[in-house]
């Protein structure tokens, strides 16, 4: 899909088109950001996204759920809109007749040493607001009778939904209230003038008083385009998923994952039964060799240069190659991956996993915001080119959106309001922004 002509099918040529606001990217996090700024009472406002579709990249090819917020630090952007977002999306489906249910969740401790690690979850749910109940062995059984767990948690408000097509929605109505959309349409920049931002596109320049850049996989690209030091760089780190199948996918009754490990922002292999009644498990996580790169065959080589010459990236690999070689073997062995599903559901075996009919299902790939000294950025990052002074001012500016993985999605629509309110240069939230 990256590699489709980008025709500029969605772009009228002549002279540039000027937009209260300028959206760049299709995703769930743009149109939640365009849906915020028509609430807030912007009459022009654009979006522009470089594929043919809406939701191609990260929203069409994730896990489909509505997470509760139980994760994430205490007091962090993450637990603020997951927990708002969690109801919200839950809403919306209700409200626009799309698919969700609220089926809650099951988190399983599979031996001793992750007692601990799941009392830290404990304590940051409850310190975000969530609803949590401790479970023993036989509590985790009532609920999940296949899993085998020493002990675990039970999570009511987690959901499950269809991103894809709430994002769908969300332009539908959009379009309906007056927004323009441009599909088929990359934008190369987003540069600041005296009077305006311009947006350079290969169909042509679209002008903005502000522009909000939400391209997942490659903000950060944008923003070195634009010439703006975005202090990070995106490393696409690629989750594999496949469908069980048979007596083993019967015996899930809902969504069962592990205790994540708290040096990475990943959940861990879990295994969902989705809006459509079918059971996924995944996604691991291994390095993507290309930015949209969903399979071991995509490489562009530059981008991969840009990678693996990268001192951030360079520093993380270098403390992680021992648990990146693991999830590398989980990725092409299907074995290994049953093994590890096996610890929460025993007697998986490789047998019982296929690759999902729906290619869109197969693999997404996370964009990971890592700092030059190898960090991974934890919470969501929202840095704005031009000071926020100068968005009051109504002085052009670009905010880009640099770290938007898992929540993200579920979060969106908070996002959006968070988003339209630095514009408005209110509601910085800087100290958890990083
Ligand atoms: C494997 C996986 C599982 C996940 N599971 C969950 C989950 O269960 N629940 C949850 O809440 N979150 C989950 N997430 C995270 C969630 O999918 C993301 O946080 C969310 O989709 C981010 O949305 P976005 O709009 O920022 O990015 P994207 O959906 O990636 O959208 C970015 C858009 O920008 C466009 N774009 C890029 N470059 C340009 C350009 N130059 N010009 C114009 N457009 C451009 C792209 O084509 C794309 O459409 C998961 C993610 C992955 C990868």
Redo the contacts with the bound molecule.
Sequence with gaps: MADAPRAGTGSVPGPSPRHDVVV???????LAVVTALLDAGHTSVAL????SSL?????G?????I?SGLYYAPGSLKARLAVTGCAETKAFCAEQGLPYAECGKVVVATDDSERGRMAELVRRGRANGVEVHELDAAGVRDREPAVSAVAGLWVPSTGICD?EAITRRLAELAVARGATLHTGR??RSAVRRRRDVVVHTDAGDLLAGQVVV?????SDE?ARASGFDPGVRTVPFR?EYSDLRGPKADAVRGLVYPVPDPAFPFLGVHATRGVDGSVHVG?NAVLALAREGYDWRTLRARELAGTLTDPGFLSLAARQWRYGLGEMHRSVSKAAMARAVSKMLPGTTAADLHPPHDVMRRA????QAVRPDGSLVDDFLFVQDGSTAAAAADEPTVLH?LN???????AALPIGREIVARLEGKAVDTAVAS
């Design positions: 760049v990217g299709g995703g769930i996090v743009g522009v996204e470089r594929e939701a191609a990249h990260q929203t090819r994730n896990s489909n759920v997470h991103y990359a934008v939400c391209a997942g996989l490659r944008i989750g996604p997404g790939v996370r964009a959106v938007a993985p898992s929540p993200a999605a579920t």
